[in-house]
């Protein structure tokens, strides 16, 4: 049972253009994690938000933590070559902090 | 302060064999957890590890097993290898105690098996 759903799977855009990416769950978290991985790399973790309705933002990436919990987006300003990459969303149930359930991934190609 | 290493980073078996992974977490950090990644299933959870002790377990059978050494070390075994165990198998450590419990990830060992 995928507990985490992203969407879209795949994405691929023309560089400068806006993009977002959805995580969403029926489940609440205690804290939700965004994650990029790329070819040949384990994830390299981009931010953590704990607050439900909590904003954060990294230089042209915005990351939102929905009102009850359960769901967050990515959105992306201006990508570029280097945003390359999977982005993988991961939870941390309210039952155990120390396991983290990850979504599915999105793969995105930001074309020159 | 050095990242998480991963040994070996390229593997091949072949069925019924077994394997062993290692893993060196960041320096100063007591959990290391264990992920498989495949196109098919995504990045699953295997098990964590903390004070050489087991804290957590997925949905893998028995024969996926790990430990964990005094210098927070670790090592994962597959044992009677299966066609399906081919993936990219993740190392990550934490700091202990934290809540959010952040993973930072190694590069993984890429395991095929013919």
């Known amino acids: 049972t995928q507990l985490l759903e992203q969407s879209p799977q795949f994405l691929s855009i023309q560089e400068g253009e806006n993009l977002t990416v959805y995580c969403n769950s029926s489940?609440?978290?205690?804290?939700l994690q965004w994650y990029r991985q790329e070819p040949g790399e384990g994830p390299v973790l981009l931010v953590t938000?704990?607050?439900?309705?909590e904003v954060k933002k990294l230089k042209r990436l915005t990351f939102q933590f929905g009102d009850a919990r359960k769901d967050s987006s990515l959105h992306i300003t201006a990508a570029q070559p280097g945003d390359t990459g999977l982005y993988l969303c991961a939870g941390a149930r309210m039952d155990s902090s120390y396991k983290l359930i990850f979504g599915s991934g999105t793969r995105l190609l930001v074309r020159p | 302060k050095a990242g998480v290493t991963q040994t070996p980073r390229y593997l091949i078996k072949t069925r019924g064999q077994q394997v062993t992974l290692s893993c060196s977490p960041i320096?100063?950090?007591?959990?290391v957890s264990w992920y498989q990644q495949t196109p098919g299933q995504g990045l699953q959870f295997l098990f964590e590890?903390?004070?050489?002790?087991?804290?957590n377990k997925g949905n893998f059978p028995g024969r996926f097993s790990g430990r964990q050494f005094s210098n927070s070390r670790s090592e994962m075994n597959v044992s009677t290898l299966e066609l399906g165990d081919s993936a990219l198998y993740l190392c990550?450590?934490?700091?202990?105690?934290?809540?959010?419990?952040?993973?930072?990830f190694g590069p993984g060992t890429r395991l095929t098996v013919l």
């Open positions: 938000v704990v607050t439900g309705g």
């Open positions: 590890y903390f004070s050489e002790t087991q804290r």
């Open positions: 489940s609440v978290f205690s804290s």
């Open positions: 320096s100063g950090h007591r959990s």
């Open positions: 990550a450590s934490s700091l202990a105690g934290q809540t959010y419990n952040e993973q930072f």
